[in-house]
């Protein structure tokens, strides 16, 4: 139960006598949990004018009143309700399937969040502290960073509830206390946690923009390239060094939202991470977030003014959580035959920080019936984006010479002049020389191009078959490098059970 004041000046009116025309105050004791009609009773107002000799205009002035008190708290309710979930339930759970660490949250966003937060706050804080201030970042400016993202970058409202309920569930999880970091002299703030899903964007403050950048590769096949014609996709995520936290944190996510018109759907990820690296909804649309090449400076994203960085507020937006959106929530009745060009187009209005190289895939089978295609390379900077597909194969060399395969790196092969690449020439050679593209022999291609080394150790190799909705997962286990771990066979209802 809390208490909500609110005051207001009802002006004199012709119909009310001016001892009538007087200010108050009412106190709304209101719980999450109360029935509003039932809840008017608890409100006590400071100064209610009434008199018997009031005429009928005075009386529907004062029921003007009573209505307007009742829409008032209402609004208090929702605030509420928005604030606190109902007796701050777990709506989520840590659980395992077939040895490797699975987290399923469901509910509100908020609530999702919470149970994200309440689950793995000792996880979230240590990436915090060990890996994004310790090894990723630049500690010296990072407050400054922090304020750029706060001041120029927006994401969907519901996402920023997911990561406050994130925060409130490890705050009650662990305390003030246990949210403290060592490194900024202060406890983490919600901030933190934006900041930790804008790694894709801010990635630059540890790697030069201008790098040759070997972070992550994915390949995919469909059709008259795979055994029984059901899409097959595999990737390797590289980032880090080995035996990292982030080779060690790795977990899968079942994501079951309650607000209407969203999808299930799973994520690899880890602790503290909401946004879609590679994740599939129910549907089997899935996406897998690549780096590209030509990263942008920051002065070409913001104009520097006197050691200042001046643009237009809340401009840019967070790819991984773009790329979630596009997943989580069911596209316009336009388009839900064709998702790869639903993932296209909502890339196409976000303007991004960064370069990006996207693999999209969907089920063969539902294509096939709508005409959409089965999968398809998204290539985005800020300067802009272009949606590549098999047809645009034999562009550059080196040609992929089917027209049911894609391969993917870490560079733009149709937005901007493609670049040589020892990785992508490997995987061209391999799916050429491929009579059909199973998800094992997939799996062992990009086992083939992975890479062992820091910067760019292989976190984990996933691989999904959207068709059949089942999964094939390599997590690093003890001293195994993900690449060599033998994959994990996993279904959607192990997943969502």
């Known amino acids: 139960m809390q208490t909500m004041v609110f005051s207001f000046m009802f002006g004199r009116r012709p119909c009310l006598p001016a001892r009538h025309a007087v200010p108050f105050t009412f106190r709304v004791k209101v719980s999450h949990r109360m029935n509003p009609l039932n809840a008017i009773a608890c409100m006590r107002l400071s100064r209610l004018p009434f008199d018997k000799s009031l005429s009928l205009g005075h009386i529907i002035f004062m029921m003007r009143i009573n209505i307007f008190c009742f829409v008032v708290l209402l609004f208090a309710q929702s605030l509420l309700v928005a604030r606190c979930p109902a007796a701050r339930e777990v709506n989520g759970r840590v659980t395992t399937v077939h040895g490797l660490r699975v987290l399923q949250?469901?509910?509100?966003?908020?609530?999702?969040?919470?149970?994200?937060?309440?689950?793995?706050?000792?996880?979230?804080?240590?990436?915090?502290?060990?890996?994004?201030?310790?090894?990723l970042l630049d500690v010296e400016h990072y407050d400054t960073t922090r304020q750029l993202l706060h001041i120029y970058t927006h994401i969907p409202p519901v996402y920023w509830l997911e990561l406050q309920g994130m925060y409130d569930g490890m705050r009650d999880a662990l305390g003030d206390e246990g949210l403290y970091s060592a490194t900024l002299e202060t406890v983490f703030q919600p901030l933190d946690l934006f900041a930790w899903n804008m790694i894709p964007e801010i990635f630059r403050l540890y790697f030069s923009s201008r790098d040759d950048v070997h972070v992550c590769s994915s390949i995919s096949g469909w059709g008259a390239g795979t055994p029984d014609g059901n899409l097959v996709f595999a990737r390797n995520l590289e980032f880090g060094?080995?035996?990292?936290?982030?080779?060690?944190?790795?977990?899968?996510?079942?994501?079951?939202?309650?607000t209407p018109l969203q999808h299930d759907w799973v994520s690899f990820a880890w602790p503290g991470y909401i946004g879609?690296?590679?994740?599939?909804?129910?549907?089997?649309?899935?996406?897998?977030?690549n780096l590209g090449n030509a990263q942008p400076e920051l002065d070409e994203l913001l104009l520097p003014l006197d050691g200042l960085y001046i643009g237009i507020p809340f401009f840019y937006g967070s790819i991984s959580l773009t790329l979630r959106q596009a997943i989580e929530q069911w596209p316009l009745l336009c388009r839900w035959g064709n998702p790869v060009e639903h993932v296209y187009r909502l890339v196409q209005r976000q303007p991004v920080a960064g370069s990006f190289d996207i693999h999209v895939t969907a089920p063969f089978r539902l294509t096939t019936v709508t005409g959409g295609i089965p999968a398809g390379i998204v290539e985005c900077t800020n300067a802009g984006t272009v949606l590549r597909t098999a047809a645009d194969n034999s562009a550059a060399a080196p040609v992929l010479v089917p027209r049911h395969f894609l391969a993917v790196t870490n560079h733009h092969r149709k937005l901007i002049k493609p670049i040589a690449c020892s990785r992508y020439e490997k995987l061209v050679e391999l799916l050429n020389g491929a009579k059909a593209l199973s998800i094992d022999t997939a799996l062992g291609f990009e086992r083939e191009v992975a890479q062992r080394n820091a910067p760019f150790n292989i976190a984990y190799r996933v691989g999904w078959m959207p068709d059949l909705r089942e999964f094939w997962v390599c997590f690093s286990d003890s001293n195994v490098s993900a690449a060599d771990v033998v994959p994990v066979?996993?279904?959607w209802d192990e997943l969502m059970k």
């Open 489 to 491: 066979h996993i279904t």
């Open 276 to 289: 879609c690296l590679s994740g599939m909804n129910e549907v089997g649309v899935g996406s897998a977030l």
């Open 241 to 258: 060094s080995p035996g990292d936290l982030l080779e060690q944190q790795a977990l899968i996510i079942a994501y079951r939202p309650s």
């Open 105 to 135: 949250v469901w509910g509100t966003h908020y609530e999702m969040g919470y149970a994200h937060g309440y689950l793995l706050a000792d996880d979230i804080v240590r990436l915090l502290e060990e890996y994004m201030l310790a090894k």
